[in-house]
């Protein structure tokens, strides 16, 4: 079975900074895709990177990057010039495409961006 | 346009009453899910409905109901419920397409009802 470990349940930021929140999951999957969702106080999941397990290519969404390691098993996500807005929670979580795409979601990080 | 609809915001029941959350997507997505989720942490799984036919059930009790009318509309229907059901409840849509490098079936989710059973 697949898992998702976030180990920082917290972290702070001062804006304009650079912030990177850690995830690491256990599979013996090839193929999966693998996303960072943010949780804001309003509480809608909002979707802020996705990554293909068979590309190199770390994935890019503006301020928003990932250091994809699939040997290490490792999903960390860099947030650059963070912003008073970037302030929510912060899952990762893991998918195996198939007749359920069921999404395995780490246990959160709450981030702090301090102004 | 990634809009998934969630209606009520806010919804406070008694144990003996009938209730529905409704959600609603027009993004022509074929997959749809339901998801308990409890403060601080992360969205369960209950319900996924694929091509408007109940796929999976999370072992969810039969005092939820969901219902899938047509492929842009979700219900959960609520009755006797339990103290311990409060929670905020979050609906989600995917694409359903196939194959890899086809989007992931990237889920797109609602803001959610947040439910209080008294």
């Known amino acids: 079975a697949q898992t998702v470990t976030q180990s920082q349940p917290e972290m702070s930021v001062q804006e304009a900074e650079t912030v990177t929140l850690s995830c690491t999951y256990d599979?013996?999957?090839?193929?999966?895709?693998l996303f960072w969702y943010k949780q804001p106080p309003s509480r809608q999941m909002i979707l802020v990177i996705r990554q293909e397990a068979y590309k190199q290519q770390n994935a890019t969404e503006n301020r928003f990057s990932v250091n994809f390691q699939k040997a290490a098993k490792s999903f960390s996500l860099k947030i650059s010039d963070s912003q008073l807005g970037d302030t929510a929670m912060y899952f990762c979580?893991?998918?195996?495409?198939?007749?359920?795409?069921?999404?395995?979601f780490g246990t959160g990080t709450l981030l702090a961006v301090q102004p | 346009d990634t809009e998934v609809t969630q209606t009520p915001k806010h919804l406070v029941m008694g144990m003996t009453n009938k209730k529905s959350l409704k959600c609603e997507q027009h993004m022509g997505h074929r997959a749809m899910y339901w998801y308990k989720q409890k403060a601080k942490k992360p969205p369960e799984l209950m319900f996924v409905y694929s091509y408007e036919k109940l796929s999976i059930n999370e072992s969810v009790p039969s005092r939820f109901s969901p219902e899938c009318p047509n492929s842009s509309l979700l219900n959960l229907h609520l009755h006797a419920l339990q103290p311990e059901d409060s929670a905020l409840y979050l609906c989600?849509?995917?694409?359903?397409?196939?194959?890899f490098g086809a989007g992931g079936d990237t889920q797109y989710f609602g803001p959610g009802t947040r439910l209080t059973v008294l």
């Open positions: 599979t013996s999957e090839n193929n999966y895709y």
């Open positions: 979580a893991f998918m195996k495409p198939g007749a359920t795409n069921k999404l395995i």
């Open positions: 989600a849509s995917s694409p359903r397409t196939s194959g």
